[in-house]
Nanobody
Framework: QVQLVESGGGLVQAGGSLRLSCAASGSIFKISVMDWYRQAPGKQRELVASISTGGITHYADSVKGRFTISRDNAKNTVYLQMNSLKPDDTALYIC????????????WGQGTQVTVSS
């Protein structure tokens, strides 16, 4: 079983920045794809950013140019740097670790709340 613990959420004004962290337990981090999702009230869960084992990144169109995903394999941690935040970014941000197309596992964190005021 893998445990994921997110941190770094909070309340910020529009235009501000936050850095989210997600620390994973266990020994599979280095071979895993790491994703950040978000879910706002009344909306479907949305994939925000993804980073492969080789560092290849993908972003939702809504956050391109504002958010940056990165990983530190030595610390078993993935980060999401969020700049130029907008009220529409308000959501619960949830970390996911999975084996991509190689391994059949998929674990979720509890999430960290991000609230952007106008």
């Amino acid at each position: 079983q893998v445990q994921l613990v997110e941190s770094g959420g909070g309340l910020v004004q529009a235009g501000g920045s936050l850095r989210l962290s997600c620390a994973a337990s266990g020994s599979i981090f280095k071979i895993s794809v790491m994703d950040w999702y978000r879910q706002a009230p009344g909306k479907q869960r949305e994939l925000v950013a993804s980073i492969s084992t080789g560092g290849i990144t993908h972003y939702a169109d809504s956050v391109k140019g504002r958010f940056t995903i990165s990983r530190d394999n030595a610390k078993n941690t993935v980060y999401l740097q969020m700049n130029s935040l907008k009220p529409d970014d308000t959501a619960l941000y949830i970390c996911n670790i999975n084996g991509g197309s190689s391994w059949p596992y998929d674990y979720w964190g509890q999430g960290t709340q991000v609230t952007v005021s106008s």
